[in-house]
Structures are given as structure tokens and as C-alpha cells.
């Protein structure tokens, strides 16, 4: 099973996220939007960052919680320019997730090596569970 396809959609980009276990989704998730942000080509050279995140989901609806753990991500992206490349979810259930996230810094001059992604939309996304796991589409606005 693949973790992850990207799928076309009109102006916008998106994946096709599986996982065996929610935890793994997850995780796919964001190799996967990681994967589009740096083409394919994963994090160019620059000082490795270690963060530890905590994110809460008010709703308990698990596709809340996972458009809030990448908007986290693309966030921390956008504003400390890290390009993450290791996802580690230490604990999930419907209320929240903890996990750990690795990646490099980049800086100015290699940030036109990037795509753009402005936000994670909720557009037709819904986790789905079948014999084999999990999966979802998940539509990026770029």
C-alpha cells in the first residue's frame, strides 16, 4: 500500500493519504504535503530542528483534527522556515494529538524551491476506514 498518491484537482493540488493505523494516516498526511511543498526533492541543507506539538481538537471530529495538524505544520513552514521531514504522533484520539516533528531550516534564497501551499481545505474530506485502514483525500489550496 502506498502511503500516499497526489491526485489533480482544478487549481489546486492534493493526496491520497493511507495509513493501517489513524496514527499512520496521519503521518502519511504529512509526508505527503511535505512532499508537494519541496517537489519531491525533500529539505535542502540547513540546521536540524527538533519541535514537540500539542494540538487540540474542540470539535472531536477527526477530520478537524486532521486539518489542524496540517495547518500546524504548514504554519510552522510558512513562519519558521523549517522543512519538515520526520512526523512522529505519539498519542491521538479524537480530542488532540502530541507528537514529535524533524526537519531544516531553510533560508531565503532556497525558499523559490518550494510550492506554495496557502491552506489545508476540508473540501470532500473524509477519513474513511476499510479492511486494510485508512485513507482520505485531502485538497490543498495553492
Known amino acids: 500500500m502506498k ?3 497526489i ?3 482544478t487549481a489546486d493540488i492534493g493526496i491520497k493519504a493511507r495509513g493501517v493505523t489513524l496514527i499512520e494516516l ?4 504529512a509526508k505527503g504535503m511535505f512532499h508537494i511543498i ?3 526533492k525533500g529539505p535542502l541543507k540547513g540546521e536540524r ?3 514537540k506539538l500539542e494540538i487540540k481538537n474542540t470539535t472531536d471530529v477527526l477530520e478537524d ?4 495538524w496540517l495547518s500546524e505544520l504548514l504554519y510552522i513552514f510558512s513562519k519558521e522556515k523549517i522543512c519538515i521531514d520526520s512526523f512522529r504522533i505519539l498519542g491521538l ?3 488532540g494529538l502530541t507528537a514529535e516533528i524533524e526537519g531544516s531550516t531553510i533560508d531565503l534564497y532556497q525558499s523559490s524551491s518550494y510550492t506554495e501551499i496557502k491552506a489545508v481545505t476540508f473540501h470532500n474530506l473524509k477519513i474513511e476506514e476499510a479492511v486494510e485502514g485508512f485513507s482520505c ?3 490543498f489550496d495553492v
Not at 496521519?26 to 498526511?29: A, Q
Not at 483534527?65 to 489542524?68: F, R, W
Request: glycine share 4%; net charge negative.
Open 137 to 139: 483525500a485531502i485538497i
Open 26 to 29: 496521519f503521518e502519511n498526511s
Open 38 to 40: 519541496s517537489c519531491g
Open 3 to 5: 502511503p500516499y498518491e
Open 49 to 51: 530542528v527538533t519541535k
Open 93 to 95: 484520539n479524537n480530542s
Open 65 to 68: 483534527l486532521l486539518v489542524n
Open 7 to 9: 491526485i489533480d484537482h
